[in-house]
């Protein structure tokens, strides 16, 4: 073989391996075990997921056929409480991705003490190709092949990339159907109409954003006039998150999403930019010309002072981290940083406000709205967004407090150690069955 293909195929394994989700949350659990001395039979049963379920169903499509889509299910683990975990619908979307995501809502839920296990879902398709129809009969036959592991007191679903209060109200209604009653609090993130809680829609982007205030007043940085923000995502979590920090003086210098980017050195006018998205095709912001174009992969080295990757995993890693010259990170998504970034991330003293903290608000307020359907009485939005400022702020000073007891380098490895401690406690008071 030639050396040139030898090094290619080295250089593919080396990605592939750094780029498996479930590899770097193995990784980032054994080094929060090593900092806490955890006990090696309970980080045994962390390593491994509780229950796992691999469905393929079919879906009859708008033209007659018939097609066969994958689905996963995973609970990581429910020391705690219930699973809780969102729906992904995506083209590449695998189990170890689904594995990966379901153990960080296991610690994202324990960093912030709401009494939740881990878990997530995910169906591979590709919803651009799908109609609004073919969507609903999709997430119907899913729901169907998930409802015995679902349910207010066992496992609740949520959104997650690609779905929405919609595909919610369907699940919801699916699971009702079945069991002959409605029952609101089978899953969190629906419309408000419907059992869902005001605040929820943009609960994620507003806890990435109370995150990285408190980060920038501990770097005595005013929050947030003129502090400059690039966002990768324009989802539900980037565009929310882009909207609060745009309302409150913040500037947004550049955004990406699947399709393109836009850049303007004095900020983006985020409304303008929500409304042309809001009619656009796939709702991305590919066309708007109000802003210079980007390339989607210049979004990490631009000079800022806080990059929010809200897109997916592995966004950040080792040939690209060298070039990001933010002063902080806050994670919108779930794994947007490899392990191996971290570790340059560290060198070059860029903090990170990991996913297990920065966008723990969505399963905040997926939790209100199941306290809220399970009680049949409503909070106002005031409310929520009270609640929910008071459990991330206190998260957020909790982790930093941990970060100084054990001495560890990161604030991922901080919120990882206050996860562990609190999961691992609860393991051993309930003890193992039989
Ligand atoms: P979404 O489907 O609403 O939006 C995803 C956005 O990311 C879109 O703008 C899409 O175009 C963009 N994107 C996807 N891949 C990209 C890529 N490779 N490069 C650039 N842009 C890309 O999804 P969402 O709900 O906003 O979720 C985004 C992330 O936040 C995911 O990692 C999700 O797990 C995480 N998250 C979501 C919630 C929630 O409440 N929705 C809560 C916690 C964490």
Redesign the pocket.
């Known amino acids: 073989m030639e050396k040139t293909t030898k090094k290619r195929i080295q250089k593919t394994i080396i990605k592939e391996h750094e780029t498996n989700p479930w590899n770097n949350a193995i990784i980032q659990l054994e080094k929060a075990a090593t900092s806490i001395s955890l006990d090696k039979n309970v980080l045994n049963i962390l390593k491994h997921p509780v229950r796992v379920l691999i469905t393929s169903f079919p879906v009859r499509m708008d033209d007659g056929r018939i097609e066969v889509f994958k689905g996963f299910r995973v609970q990581h683990n429910m020391a705690r409480g219930p699973c809780k975990g969102?729906i992904r619908f995506a083209p590449d979307v695998d189990l170890d991705e689904v594995k990966a995501l379901a153990a960080w809502m296991t610690w994202k839920t324990a960093v912030v003490n709401i009494p939740y296990g881990g878990a997530k879902g995910g169906v591979v398709c590709d919803p651009t190709l799908l109609s609004e129809n073919e969507k609903k009969h999709l997430t119907r036959r899913y729901t169907y092949s998930i409802i015995n592991m679902i349910g207010p007191n066992q496992d609740i679903p949520a959104?997650?990339?690609?779905t929405n209060p919609e595909i919610m109200a369907i699940m919801m209604d699916t699971y009702s159907m079945i069991r002959g009653y409605t029952q609101l609090s089978v899953v969190t993130g629906k419309p408000v109409e419907l059992g869902g809680s005001l605040g929820r829609t943009e609960a994620?982007g507003r806890g990435v954003f109370i995150t990285m205030e408190e980060a920038l007043r501990q770097q005595n940085l005013r929050c947030c006039d003129g502090i400059k923000i690039a966002i990768?995502?324009?989802?539900?979590?980037?565009s929310n998150f882009a909207n609060i920090a745009y309302q409150r003086g913040g500037r947004i210098i550049a955004v990406?999403?699947?399709?393109g980017g836009v850049y303007d050195p004095d900020g983006i006018n985020i409304p303008h930019l929500l409304e042309y998205t809001s009619k656009s095709q796939y709702h991305?912001i590919k066309g708007y010309s109000d802003a210079n174009e980007l390339e989607?992969h210049e979004i990490f080295a631009l000079p800022v002072d806080v990059l929010a990757p809200?897109?997916?995993?592995n966004?950040i890693n080792v040939s690209n981290a060298d070039d990001i010259s933010a002063k902080l990170i806050v994670e919108?998504?779930?794994g947007p940083t490899t392990p191996k970034a971290d570790e340059i991330l560290v060198e070059k003293g860029i903090e990170v406000i990991p996913d297990i903290l920065a966008?723990a608000g969505?399963v905040t307020v997926s939790y209100f709205e199941w306290v809220q359907g399970l009680q049949s009485f409503f909070w106002n939005e005031t409310q929520v967004n009270n609640a929910l400022k008071e459990i991330l702020v206190r998260s957020f000073h909790e982790v930093n407090q941990v970060k100084t007891k054990y001495n560890v380098d990161t604030l991922r490895s901080a919120a990882m150690c206050l996860a562990l401690k609190r999961v691992a406690h609860a393991i051993n008071l309930r003890g193992i069955f039989p």
């Open positions: 969102g959104p997650d990339m690609n994620t990768q995502g324009f989802g539900n979590v980037g990406t999403d699947l399709y991305s989607k809200c897109a997916t995993q966004q919108g998504a779930n966008n969505g």
